[in-house]
Each structure stands twice: as C-alpha cells, then as structure tokens.
Nanobody, 132 residues
Framework: QLQLVESGGGLVQPGGSLKLSCAASGFTLDYYAIGWFRQAPGKEREGVSCISSSDSSTYYANSVLGRFTISRDNAKNTVYLQMNSLNSEDTAVYYC?????????????????????????WGQGTQVTVSS
C-alpha cells in the first residue's frame, strides 16, 4: 500500500529554517514525481516544489525560488524540502504527494504544472508556522 508521511514541521521565527521530510512506503521513488504543496488558512492548496524521479529535475514556485530546496534520498526512499529565510506567508500545512508515470517527459510535465488533480497519493500534512 502506497503511503506518504510528512514530518519536520513546527514553529519557527521569521528568517529561520526548517527541513521537511516525506517518507514513502509501499513503492519506490522511481517513475514518480513527488510534489510539495501547502495550504494556508482560508486559501487554496498550492504547489510549492517538485522533483522528478527520472533525472531529479527540480521545480519551484516563484514565491519560494531561491529559498527552498527539494532533494531526495533513494536509499531512504525519502524526499526533503529545505526551507530557508522563512516568513509569515510561508505559514501553512505542507503536504507531499506522488504522481506516477513511466514516461520521462510526462514526469517533467507533472512537475512543471503541479496540478493537484494529477497527484493521486497524498500524505497527511505537517504544520509550519512562522511567527515571532
């Protein structure tokens, strides 16, 4: 059974850093796009970052570009999101999600568009709160 479990959220001061983890079980990261999404109170869920398993290509929303870094550890079957220079607008519940494809080009498209409907498997989310 495919399962994703996020961890690493918490309370951090503005300007601080957090590293989120997304541990996958029941499948390997091969042939998957793994995305990070977030949902702030009263707002729609939005795509933040994505990594393609085919060549580890990475993608970022403009709002986090230069501050967040996505990576993966195949040995641990885990994807990470390093978040630096956090501000109050980053406060949200963060989710990781997986989308499968055997086509390399399709994996890239999944990450480029980061559409919620394309990602079939979701974790339970982890809360990130940026506040002084």
């Amino acid at each position: 059974q495919l399962q994703l479990v996020e961890s690493g959220g918490g309370l951090v001061q503005p300007g601080g850093s957090l590293k989120l983890s997304c541990a996958a079980s029941g499948f390997t990261l091969d042939y998957y796009a793994i995305g990070w999404f977030r949902q702030a109170p009263g707002k729609e869920r939005e795509g933040v970052s994505c990594i393609s398993s085919s060549d580890s290509s990475t993608y970022y929303a403009n709002s986090v570009l230069g501050r967040f870094t996505i990576s993966r550890d195949n040995a641990k079957n885990t994807v990470y999101l390093q978040m630096n220079s956090l501000n109050s607008e980053d406060t949200a519940v963060y989710y990781c999600a997986a989308a499968a494809s055997g086509d390399v080009s399709q994996l890239h498209r999944l990450c480029v568009y980061l559409r919620l409907a394309d990602f079939a498997s979701w974790g339970q989310g982890t809360q990130v709160t940026v506040s002084s």
